[in-house]
Every structure is written in C-alpha cells, then in structure tokens.
C-alpha cells in the first residue's frame, strides 16, 4: 500500500480546468480523457500522434468545449488534490481548429503555437525546488489578448526530468477544448507540428540533473509566441 501511495502521490494530470481562478467542471469535463490514468508516457512519444493531447486522448463527444475571451486566465490543475513532484519544465501550447466540425472532432493535426513555458526559476538543475514549477498544483497562463477567435485545443505539458539521464523523460500531457472569443488581430509564431516539435536527443529532454553542477537548462520546443 504504501509502495502504491508513493507512485500515485508522484503522478499527475491535468485534467481540472481553472477559468480566472474558478474552478470549471470536474475531471475531464473540458479535458480530452488519456488511458493511461495518471502515469506518464515516455521519451518514445515524441514521434507520435500520442504527443498531442496523450495516449489514448482523442475526440469526444463526452468532453465539452467552454468559451472563453482572449485575456482570461487559464488553469489546467492536477486531479486528487496532488502536485507536481517531479523537477522539470512545463509548456503550454494551442492549435486552432479547423471552422468545420470546430474543435470537438479536431485531431491536433494543424498548427500549433507555445503561449507559456516554464523553467529555472533561481539556481541550477540539481534542487528540485529551483525549478518554477514543482510543487504547483496547476500550470497557468494568460490567453494573449490578440488571439485570433475560434476554437482551441489548448494543450499543457509538463515534463519530469528525473529520469533524464536515463533517457527515460517522463511527459505528463492533456488538452482542454476552449472557444476563444475577442477581437483578435494577432500572428501566432512560430507555428509548428505535433509530432515535430521534439527529438528524444533534445538536450532539454535527454538531461542529466544529477550532478554537482548541471548543464545550463535548455527548454525544449519552439519560442513563446509573443502575442503580436
């Protein structure tokens, strides 16, 4: 039992959505449901669809789509009152769905765009509580004001270095489905693929925090579009 507490106690997803500090919904209301609980994939999805919303998180007709204004704050929060105990960076990525069939078919196969990251926040690699976001019961952004309106897939990511230099990176993923509304007037870029944006050799994935003095920490993925 207390063998199962641990691991359970250092896994996590994404699956509660936060509005301007307000909870929305339950578990997977507007989040895309995965099929591997809350374990995490591993470097290997990279170099599948899998690494768009996770293993197994396709549409559905179960998961609604919440409308919100560009410049809303939004939370993507950890199930069972849990946080992220592992040490790594977290990132948040949109795509824009297709106007026909909007985002409750999408499949995650147009474009996307990073809007948050997270790293270092003081020191280097090696403490765990050096990095921003450990700790944390949500990752959390604030929609660019100039956003284009539509539907999103709007997709958090955390990763779990701790296993790095095993190659064995742990990535703990899912996607809400959001109708931005505004008067938008902004470029998202760079604009990129999933699968495409991360290689398992990626030197912010294949990472070895376990050293007196790690190598400086390089985020993976593309820039943060700038919101212009």
Not at 47 to 55: F, H, I, S
Request: some cysteine; aromatic content about 10%.
């Amino acid at each position: 039992l207390a063998a199962l507490t641990t691991t359970t106690n250092a896994h996590y997803i994404f699956n509660i959505l936060f509005v301007n500090g307000k909870k929305i919904g339950g578990e997977y209301t507007y989040v895309r449901k995965n099929s591997n609980s809350y374990n995490p994939a591993y470097p290997d999805i990279v170099e599948k669809t899998d690494l768009r919303c996770n293993v197994g998180a396709k549409p559905s007709s179960s998961v609604q789509t919440y409308a919100v204004s560009a410049g809303d704050k939004i939370g993507l929060k950890i199930f069972n009152n849990e946080v992220i105990e592992h040490p790594g960076p977290g990132m948040i990525y949109m795509s824009r769905a297709p106007d026909a069939g909007g985002v409750a078919t999408y499949d995650g196969s147009g474009d996307w765009f990073k809007v948050y990251e997270t790293g270092l926040c003081k020191g280097n690699a090696a403490s765990d509580g050096n990095w921003c976001s450990y700790n944390k019961d949500r990752l959390e952004f604030t929609i660019p004001p100039k956003t284009p309106p539509g539907e999103y897939l709007v997709r958090v990511e955390h990763i779990g270095l701790h296993e790095g230099h095993k190659a064995k990176a742990q990535f703990y993923i899912e996607c809400a489905q959001l109708k931005i509304n505004g008067t938008g007037g902004g470029t998202p870029a760079p604009l990129v693929k999933i699968p495409g944006i991360y290689t398992q050799a990626d030197p912010g994935i294949k990472y070895n925090k376990w050293t007196s003095n790690p190598a400086p920490y390089v985020m993976p993925g593309p820039g943060v579009w700038d919101g212009n």
